[in-house]
């Protein structure tokens, strides 16, 4: 089993910073090591369909949605088999539940997710 709690959401205002984290854990890794699943964060607005922001492979490879425009950064330490995401520069529109997402074959895992609410 996996389970993922991200933190680090809140109330920022637009041009500010915001640092996301997803730990993960369960008894999965008694089997498999961490740093073999990829890892992604993703958002959902209020009534809007749930979308890629950052992906980060196994071997640190990474992945941003074309509205990131060089604002944010995705990172790993597989060693506290966590996640982060740095967001810098946010927006109003980057409001929305961020969700942390491990891919693994038949059955993907999320979290509860984390709110971040852009605004003055």
């Known amino acids: 089993q996996v389970q993922l709690v991200e933190t680090g959401g809140g109330l920022v205002q637009p041009g500010g910073s915001l640092r996301l984290s997803c730990a993960a854990s369960?008894?999965?890794?008694?089997?498999?090591?961490?740093?073999?699943?990829?890892m992604g964060w993703y958002r959902q607005a209020p009534g809007k369909q749930r979308e890629l922001v950052a992906f980060?492979?196994?071997?640190?490879?990474?992945k941003y949605a074309d509205f990131v425009q060089g604002r944010f950064t995705i990172s790993r330490d597989n060693a506290q088999k966590t996640v982060h995401l740095q967001m810098a520069s946010l927006k109003p529109e980057d409001t929305a539940v961020y969700y942390c997402k491990m891919a693994r074959a038949g059955n993907d895992s999320w979290g509860q997710g984390t709110r971040v609410t852009v605004s003055s």
């Open positions: 980060i492979t196994g071997g640190g490879v990474t």
């Open positions: 369960g008894s999965i890794f008694n089997i498999y090591a961490f740093s073999i699943y990829a």
